[in-house]
């Protein structure tokens, strides 16, 4: 194959303070080296393209992106900071995240992770409120939050699904929150649910003397979703869910402006996440997707769980916890590159998908005090009901964090008995 991409490799560069770095991973194409396939990213995701042309010049030569590190399948390119323009997430996913994943050249590219330069990261708002915001708004300060989603999926009515909210905030949940694909079908509308659902959270919270709150699901066409919120806040709600990647980083960054108002806590699922990051050779890491969610401004962040019904792996789950709730990140293997967040707020690591009341101890071993645990099924699958499944819940963190194990603990606690003779207990 003839060299198409020239002067994109500079091994040995060291980039500049406001450079974006990002690693990827690369398999090139039959007959094409790592360093040309390598060059070819670098060209098309910055300033090249497939041939020279009459209309370049030296001045813009030098705006293009460098390849500096080539380590077997693994490389790093550093970008100009005058690429970019500040505040513009689809912007910069149309550069890096963009034409290179289908080049002939690469056989496969997956888009690992990015080190951000403080001046576009400082570009985005970053969470309004974060984990310190969130445990003051709800007055926990030191145990992991615990909620559940309204199941089944999809089918309850307005009334109905309040009730199960009820309930679930009743036997001790602090938070509900609606499944993703339930938005404002025929069968529940989002006001009337709104309405309903925060009646009973209110009734919830004086039987209780606990802060309760509703994770109402606003996606949808973004001057829709933006009326839905003011709605909710207009309601006396404090929460909204969004699906981050199927409303787009456009519409979510138009939230987030809104959120500057509202002050609203975000929260966002990730469905179809899988497309991009289930392959590991090819795609978008969800290291990245979580970069990205945290500078526009996400409260809370879906990190999977390790021990649930979803494919991933420990390492993996723990990585992403770390990326999004802390200050600093140290490089990681060929995964992950140094962060610095500026003192942008901590992301609140949500973990769900196929949890339960067993699952409780090996998940906080892992990840520690500093997540929500979330159980759909977890929680209404409970032999008893909606509400002895959330009392579950809250017992199996009680015991973890009393030192005790589940079924030591479950000897006094009867819903937690039976929901570790259903499903199991894990140490
Ligand atoms: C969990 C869940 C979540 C997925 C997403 C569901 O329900 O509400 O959407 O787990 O997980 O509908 O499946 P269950 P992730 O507790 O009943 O499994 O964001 O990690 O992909
Ligand atoms: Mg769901």
């Avoid at 909710?232 to 909204?240: S, T, V």
């Avoid at 962060?339 to 009341?357: D, I, Y």
């Amino acid at each position: 194959m003839v060299k198409k991409y020239r002067g994109y490799l500079q091994l040995g560069y060291k980039p500049a303070k406001d450079d974006l770095v990002m690693l990827y991973k690369i398999k090139p194409a039959k007959g094409v080296s790592i360093e040309q396939a390598a060059e070819a990213v670098a060209a098309e995701s910055s300033i090249g393209t497939w041939t020279e042309v009459a209309t370049m010049s030296p001045k813009i030569k030098k705006m293009g992106a460098k390849v500096f590190d080539v380590d077997g399948h693994f490389v790093k390119i550093a970008y100009p900071l005058e690429l970019f323009e500040p505040g513009n997430m689809p912007q910069i996913w149309s550069s890096v995240a963009g034409n290179i994943f289908n080049m002939k050249d690469v056989e496969f590219l997956r888009l690992e992770d990015a080190h951000w330069p403080e001046k576009l990261a400082k570009s985005f708002y970053g969470p309004k409120f974060g984990i310190p915001g969130i445990r003051k708004l709800l007055k926990i300060p030191y145990r992991p939050l615990c909620g559940t989603i309204v199941k089944p999926k999809l089918g309850l009515n307005e009334k109905e699904h309040a009730e199960v909210a009820y309930e679930a905030w009743s036997g001790g949940l602090d938070i509900v929150k609606d499944d993703e694909n339930l938005t404002s079908q025929p069968f529940n509308k989002f006001q009337k649910r709104v309405v309903e659902t925060l009646k009973l959270r209110d009734k919830a919270e004086k039987e209780t003397g606990e802060k309760k709150m509703y994770m109402a699901n606003v996606t949808a066409e973004t001057s829709e979703m933006l009326k839905r919120a003011k709605f909710i806040k207009a309601q006396g709600g404090e929460y909204a869910m969004v699906d981050i990647l199927t409303v787009g980083w456009s519409a979510l960054q138009s939230l987030r402006k809104e959120n500057e108002d509202l002050k609203l806590v975000l929260h966002a699922h990730r469905a179809m996440h899988g497309a991009l990051t289930r392959n590991k050779e090819h795609g978008i890491s969800m290291m990245f997707i979580a970069d990205t969610a945290r500078l526009i401004g996400v409260d809370q962040l879906h990190i999977g769980t390790a021990v649930g019904k979803m494919e991933e792996s420990k390492e993996e789950v723990m990585m992403i916890g770390e990326e999004i709730e802390q200050g600093f990140v140290k490089e990681k293997g060929h995964h992950r590159l140094q962060e610095n967040w500026h003192g942008m707020k901590p992301v609140f690591a949500v973990c769900s998908g196929g949890l339960h009341p067993g699952l409780i101890p090996p998940l906080m071993r892992m990840l520690g005090n500093d997540i929500i645990v979330q159980g759909g099924g977890g929680v209404h699958g409970h032999p008893q009901g909606t509400k002895a499944g959330a009392r579950a819940m809250r017992q199996a963190i009680d015991a973890v964090l009393a030192g005790s194990t589940l079924r030591e603990w479950a000897k006094n606690h009867y819903e937690l008995k039976q929901a570790i003779d259903k499903w199991g207990a894990y140490r």
